[in-house]
Nanobody, 126 residues
Framework: VQLQASGGGLVQAGDSLRLSCAAS??????????MGWFRQAPGKEREFVAA???????YYSDSVKGRFTMSRDNAKNTVSLQMNSLKPEDTAVYYC???????????????????WGQGTQVTVSS
């Protein structure tokens, strides 16, 4: 599975951005995978942002809950991350990830995901 993330940019605090992740490859149906968004800020470890399971259930980190919304378009094999009320602390490289076999208790663990996109930079100025 190949993942291509897009939509990052430079915005001001309070603005919105929408990230997209397109899946391609031999078995690229996003409905069969757990799809996740992670981010990594300079000097920090990669952290969980949101994930959607094959069942459609969505999970968010506490830091983005209520501001970010993840969605999936199975027909287009894409997942999106709508980010509202952005804060400077949201500045990071955002990665989408996928895996077929992520168990629920590990959904926030980046080591559980086998396939990764290249990342897209989000910068939020104060």
């Amino acid at each position: 599975v190949q993942l291509q993330a897009s939509g990052g940019g430079l915005v001001q605090a309070g603005d919105s951005l929408r990230l997209s992740c397109a899946a391609s490859g031999r078995t690229s149906s996003t409905s069969a995978y757990t799809m996740g968004w992670f981010r990594q800020a300079p000097g920090k470890e990669r952290e969980f942002v949101a994930a959607i399971r094959w069942s459609g259930h969505i999970y968010y980190s506490d830091s983005v809950k209520g501001r970010f919304t993840m969605s999936r378009d199975n027909a287009k094999n894409t997942v999106s991350l709508q980010m509202n009320s952005l804060k400077p602390e949201d500045t990071a490289v955002y990665y989408c990830a996928a895996d077929r076999n992520v168990i629920l208790s590990s959904i926030r663990n980046d080591r559980e995901y086998d396939w990764w996109g290249q990342g897209t930079q989000v910068t939020v100025s104060s």
